[in-house]
């Protein structure tokens, strides 16, 4: 398998990054957010959820942003619905395509929805169907692909199973998500040979955190395999509940710098997607949680 | 070319890591790193260097370092020696191997040394044959292999004509070293290439710096030309003076913990390892500049 030569990324920095924010960030700033992904490039963006507010404080505003943004051909705004009544909700804001979500760890299921991984599925089922009738795309956010904070290690067939089960339901496209970032090179490479036992390559995505510093190597690795699908969060937004201090999402800034690199096209500019990276944190009171971002900015600032 | 089933790595954190450090080290706590290295089963270790200490005062103890270690067998302790003055020096001490420089750019060996190439090889000959006669083994830092901050890209080619000029003056084996951390997997991958058109697989190791956090990915590329030697630095000690702020050389911690996913044999330690990183850490008021030591110290925090 040679390595592809051109990568999509789908950055879910303003969904996965924001929500895990303590202070509230205004729907302007997450509108301008978006709109600065897009200029920079990116051709998918992950805008919010329709979650219940008792729950995802950070994501009650999800018709606000998601009527803010001028959305601009070519880009997909996709949003996370939960179930059913979050599926309605989004409907009247078209998104082009919903993340339902499902975790690979029993035990993680278990914790973190209160049901089985067969039993998610199931309540999912509908919230699939009805989208695909509505003609929205959807996407399946695997999560605990390599590891569970509860489980430890998790088994290439467990990902399968789960890869399975959505399938099943329909769902068009999944992620391949190493949730707390203990993955390394072959383990991922597992995790996604696993899951094109139900998918085409061209519908896997692989989204690595970088909290063990491990989300480049692992990049490459799926790179390896022909992924050419990844989320990434600009400046490296959102932490992992389960490592304080600890970095989660890869920064996207990180990825392009290396896809640039090995003359693989993104279709991004990285110097605007750097200044995207610095609105937010300028915001957030901090710089960005990006290696190649802060090499770049002190070679600007000379 | 499979990936090494077993790596060495060799911690130049007490050199060229503490070498950048502003505040000054007690040789006592230099020593204590080496002991702590070792024990967590390091089996090379940089540990001074013989330059003026009006250059750099940080190693103008290297005397009284090389003389308070307690050496371990099995376990390589090189020094760095710029010239006959500091090798004549060095001898006094034992070093098991000494090494000697060049880089793969003009300008930065201009900038760095003040002289050329070619002229700073000349100069190192004369090192590199006593060594030889007093059967102290010698490698060869190749700085820029990549990138050079005055240059800009450097050409394989440069590297292939350094690595050239290394083997003709004896010098036993070599280092890839992304000094500036601009390399990306494939960049990487053709200084090693050129690197081997002079030396076996076995003598070349490779030297990245995480500054545009590529060092893992890079270090990826690298095992899989069979690369099974790389150096790194402990807690990531060892900034690089050309982006203040960012980091330099990748931490030993976050390689160790790669490799130990991957099933790789590096006789390491992870968790004395993280304990020698608080050790040096601690004394120099900081936290490891280590994602997977940042990690697992969360996780034992619990």
Redesign the interface.
């Known amino acids: 398998m040679t390595i592809p030569s051109q990568v999509r990324l789908i950055d879910v920095g303003p969904r996965d990054g924001l929500q895990n924010e303590k202070s509230p960030v205004p729907a302007e700033v997450k509108i301008e957010l978006v709109h600065r992904l897009q200029a920079a490039g990116l051709q998918e963006i992950e805008v919010t959820s329709y979650v219940s507010p008792k729950w995802v404080p950070q994501m009650a505003d999800n018709h606000a942003v998601m009527q803010g943004v001028q959305r601009q051909s070519g880009v997909r705004y996709s949003v996370l619905t939960p179930n059913l009544k979050g599926f309605e909700a989004a409907l009247l804001d078209k998104p082009d395509e919903i993340v339902v979500f499902g975790s690979a760890s029993e035990a993680f299921s278990q914790k973190n929805i209160n049901c089985s991984i067969a039993e998610s599925i199931e309540r999912f089922a509908p919230v699939v169907e009805a989208a695909l009738a509505a003609g929205i795309a959807v996407r399946g956010a695997m999560s605990c692909t390599v590891g569970c904070p509860y489980e430890g290690e998790i088994a290439p067939e467990r990902v399968a199973y789960l890869a399975g089960l959505l399938k099943g339901i329909g769902v068009q496209r999944v992620d391949v998500a190493d949730t707390i970032?203990?993955?390394?090179?072959?383990?991922v490479q597992w995790a996604i040979e696993a899951t094109l036992q139900h998918y085409a390559l061209d519908d896997v995505s692989g989204h690595f955190h970088?909290?063990?510093?491990?989300a480049?190597?692992n990049?490459?690795?799926a790179l390896e395999l022909g992924v050419w699908n990844f989320q990434t969060s600009v400046a490296g937004l959102g932490g992992c509940p389960y490592?304080?201090?600890?970095?989660g999402n890869v920064?996207t800034e990180?990825v392009v710098?290396?896809l640039?690199?090995?003359?693989i096209d993104t279709g991004i500019d990285l110097d605007r997607l750097i200044d995207a990276g610095v609105f937010i944190s300028d915001f957030l009171g901090r710089k960005p949680n990006?290696?190649?971002a802060?090499?770049?900015l002190?070679?600007r600032a000379g």
């Open positions: 970032g203990v993955g390394t090179p072959y383990k970088d909290t063990y510093g491990q480049l190597a990049t490459l690795a490592a304080k201090g600890a970095t920064a990180d710098y290396m640039q690199g090995m003359g990006s290696r190649a802060t090499a770049l002190n070679k």
